[in-house]
């Protein structure tokens, strides 16, 4: 590789670290995502938005929405926009390649010391080795001591000239590695886009339907296209849409269960299946032109500070891994790495778990880890819910749910279909009632409204909670990294993830609410990617929920 300029200006250095919780706007630039900041003269602030031109699905534009509400979702969509690669076709040769791609620390050589800021350059380069002139890919970073066991996410800036700034923390002594990945390229990115607005139906529903002997299955979704005769399963409560195709012979009222129905082929072009190829561009490494690591000597003890107990919320990363243990920045954390610790923490307690699988997967834990938690049988469908387990030593009831559809999942029964919002309105909630929700990979196939009216509706139901019971904990757990391949790409990108996972951080900002940063834990670590996190994470991930149902007293 020839050296290049590592001072090329690209206006776009910003002296205040960010967390993925926060948009901000400040002149120019756009906090739109988990640390990614882009330079967009057109970028509408927080506070003045344009309407954005997009096409209705399902009627979701002529949904009753009241002003503030609408200002809001036009907020949130307007600051989701993605770079766009220059008008005109773009084939494979001209797309981001990893390999002719590197990044470069910035003055490798200096002084560092804990707390001190890391600034990588990364100039991505076409097939050809082309330097790009423009930007929009999808890169994750990190820098990782595997000898500590240690890790955290970068900030990542796009100059929009095929150059990106990185920005790490340095918070903890020793020598740090740097590591740069080519998620998608950005030609990619623009074909998630279009599937994400003309193909919601690329995931399809099923449903059963039973009198007697005689069953029938349909297909369903939040939108069936075509006029033939549907069943209205429109929750009455919440307004959440969805219908399945009416059974020739029997009645909508036989509906028995819910599942996946299954996945559409045939989704790309071509040319456009080029831009999704294992070991080509998804989550390849971006190799470094010179040094890839720095030594970081200790902060000398007169200028010690509180640094990673900072107060300020939007601080970023949110925290880091130290000896396979995550220490968050925003707040303290315990350890627990006893078994009467958790009981001694969680007695008195019900605790209810909403969400997907990866928020079951702390049902799991907490079952597992608590000898004297005892799962109760409740006949449920394996991996489906509902489940429940109870510790009568240290009156513990511990419970997971599944949120209403669109889901994923092999069968549920439809009498255990429910909606979030309807099961917290049922909750009397108080000290002792603890409740944890996560919920996005299930929409990650849908536009962006169909998870901010779901969103709306927890919001309202959790306000109200709130309201009725200051004293109820709530936690929320976010999205997290997964593997990707060609095909999983199309239905859940960490991209797709990443954009659900902005909008519930904004939607949920200023609310009595409390995160469990699942996305910066599943990405900071060692361990290959995963949607269902490996066991150390998903310990952390504990750790830090239980911390806030037991906060450590200083």
């Not at 926009?81 to 990044?103: A, C, M, N, R």
């Not at 330097?131 to 955290?152: C, F, T, V």
């Amino acid at each position: 590789r020839e050296p290049w300029e590592l001072t090329l200006p690209c206006g776009c250095l910003l002296a205040q670290t960010f967390n993925c919780s926060i948009w901000q706007h400040l002149d120019d630039y756009t906090v739109s995502g988990s640390n990614w900041i882009t330079e967009n003269n057109n970028q509408p602030s927080l506070s003045h938005t344009t309407k954005t031109t997009r096409k209705p699905y399902c009627g979701y534009e002529q949904q009753t929405l009241s002003k503030r509400e609408r200002a809001e979702q036009e907020s949130l969509l307007a600051a989701l926009q993605w770079p766009k690669p220059p008008d005109g076709k773009i084939g494979f040769l001209q797309s981001t390649d990893p390999v002719h791609s590197d990044f470069a620390i910035v003055k490798p050589s200096r002084f560092f010391k804990v707390g001190d800021q890391l600034e990588v350059v990364v100039r991505v380069r076409d097939f050809q080795g082309k330097p790009k002139q423009y930007g929009g890919d999808y890169l994750q970073a990190r820098i990782h001591s595997p000898l500590l066991k240690a890790g955290a996410i970068g900030r990542i800036v796009d100059c929009h000239n095929g150059l990106y700034k990185v920005f790490f923390t340095l918070l903890w002594p020793g020598e740090v590695k740097v590591s740069v990945t080519l998620v998608h390229p950005s030609e990619a990115v623009q074909v998630l886009l279009r599937l994400r607005e003309e193909r919601p139906d690329r995931v399809y529903f099923k449903s059963s339907f039973k009198s007697g002997r005689y069953s029938e299955t349909t297909e369903c979704n939040v939108c069936l296209p075509g006029g033939l005769p549907v069943c209205n399963f429109t929750d009455l409560y919440t307004g959440e849409p969805w219908f399945c195709y009416k059974p020739r012979k029997l009645s909508c009222a036989s509906r028995i269960s819910h599942a996946k129905g299954g996945y559409q082929k045939g989704l790309l072009t071509h040319e456009e299946s080029l831009f999704f190829q294992s070991d080509v561009n998804i989550k390849m490494p971006i190799l470094s032109s010179g040094p890839d690591s720095v030594i970081v000597k200790p902060k000398a003890f007169t200028d010690s500070s509180n640094m990673d107990r900072a107060e300020d919320p939007t601080v970023s990363p949110s925290g880091y891994y130290y000896e396979d243990l995550w220490r968050p920045r925003t707040h303290w954390i315990y350890h627990f790495n006893k078994s009467d610790d958790i009981s001694k923490c969680l007695q008195g307690k019900v605790i209810h778990l909403f969400g997907d699988s990866t928020i079951r997967q702390w049902f799991e834990y907490l079952t597992a880890a608590v000898p004297d938690l005892v799962e109760f049988n409740l006949g449920s469908p394996k991996n489906v819910g509902p489940f429940m387990s109870v510790d009568l030593k240290h009156n513990i009831l511990l419970k997971f749910r599944c949120h209403g559809p669109p889901i994923r999942f092999t069968t549920v029964f439809t009498s255990e279909l429910r909606y979030i919002a309807n099961e917290l309105n049922g909750i009397v909630g108080g000290r002792n009632t603890v409740i944890a929700i996560t919920i996005w990979s299930h929409f990650s196939t849908f536009p962006v409204e169909v998870y901010i009216r779901r969103l709306r509706n927890i919001r309202r139901a959790v306000i109200q909670l709130l309201d009725r019971s200051p004293k109820t904990l709530i936690v929320i757990r976010t999205a997290n990294v997964q593997e990707l391949g060609p095909e999983v790409s199309l239905f859940n990108s960490d991209w797709y993830s990443l954009q659900l996972d902005s909008v519930m951080r904004k939607m949920f900002s200023g609310i009595a609410v409390h995160f469990v940063d699942a996305w910066e834990m599943s990405l900071a670590h060692y361990l290959p990617h995963n949607l269902h996190p490996k066991e150390v994470i998903v310990r952390n991930q504990i750790d830090t929920f239980l911390s806030y149902v037991c906060p450590l007293q200083i």
